[in-house]
Structures are given as C-alpha cells and as structure tokens.
C-alpha cells in the first residue's frame, strides 16, 4: 500500500504542474482566441480608397475546439482607435480578418468602416481584450517587418 501511494503522489503532482503549464499557455488563458497576422501596410500607394483602407487588417484566429463569442471583444492599436465586436462568434479553427475600411460583414471579414488608416507602418501593436478589459493577446512590429506580421 505505501508502495502505491509512494508512486501515485508524484505522478499525480506531475500531472498537476503539467495541467497548470497548459492551462496557462496564452492560447489556453485567452480562450482559443489569437492575433494570427496583420498585414499593416497595404499593397500601393496610401490613397484612402475603400479598397486601400480594406488591404490593412487584423487576422485572429480561433484555436480551440468550439466557437467562441466576441460579443462586446476590442481590437485596438498603440493610439486607442478601437473596434468593438458585435453579437458574433468565430467557430471553431476558423480565422476571422478585421478590415480597416467598409463593406458588408461575413463570418470571414468583419469591417471597422473607416475612412483613414488604423495600424502604423513604421511600429504598432494591436491588442485584442475581452468585454471584462482583460488582455487576450498582443502582436507587435516595426520597420523591420515589410508590410505584415505573423504573430
């Protein structure tokens, strides 16, 4: 019987520390939900056309097995120009893109309809936060990045 209790415990204080690495891993804290890529800088020349504007986006994805609701979410940048999420969910596996400029919203592509641009060239980060403030995941850039960020 101590033989069996000697094992146990140390196999079931490992399982724990391990349940609590992978419980804590960002992906895990934030509920499957991750900044997947922002393509900063759009192709051509900044002209603020509908199609200039759309070119620059935020791609999260849903990591997890199940959808996720977005309801009352914010993806924002350094300078606070924020998007707020309506009554959605990303299902699960799926990616969602967050376009800067208008156009009719789908499960693929939801639209911040603005007439300027949102995410800097040169160095930004783009921070998406549940409806409670807290952080879900960042992803950062500078010159060094040509025009998009896989995070």
């Not at 146990?8 to 520390?17: D, M, Q, S």
């Not at 707020?84 to 009719?104: D, E, L, P, Q, Y």
């Amino acid at each position: 019987m101590r033989m069996r209790a000697a094992l146990t415990l140390p196999a079931l204080a490992g399982a724990a520390v391990l349940t609590g690495t992978l419980l804590s891993s960002p992906a895990q804290a934030a509920g499957g939900v991750v900044i997947h890529r922002v393509w900063f800088d759009s192709p051509g020349s900044d002209n603020r056309s509908n199609s200039s504007l759309n070119a620059e986006w935020v791609q999260i994805k849903n990591t997890s097995r199940s959808a996720i609701s977005l309801k009352g979410w914010v993806l924002k940048d350094k300078s606070n120009h924020k998007y707020v999420f309506a009554n959605v969910k990303i299902g699960a596996g799926k990616t969602m893109k967050i376009r800067t400029g208008s156009g009719g919203d789908t499960a693929a592509n939801k639209y911040q309809d603005r007439r300027a641009y949102v995410w800097n060239n040169t160095s930004d980060t783009a921070t998406l936060t549940k409806s409670n403030g807290s952080k879900v995941d960042t992803c950062s850039w500078t010159t060094r990045d040509p025009s998009d960020k896989k995070c």
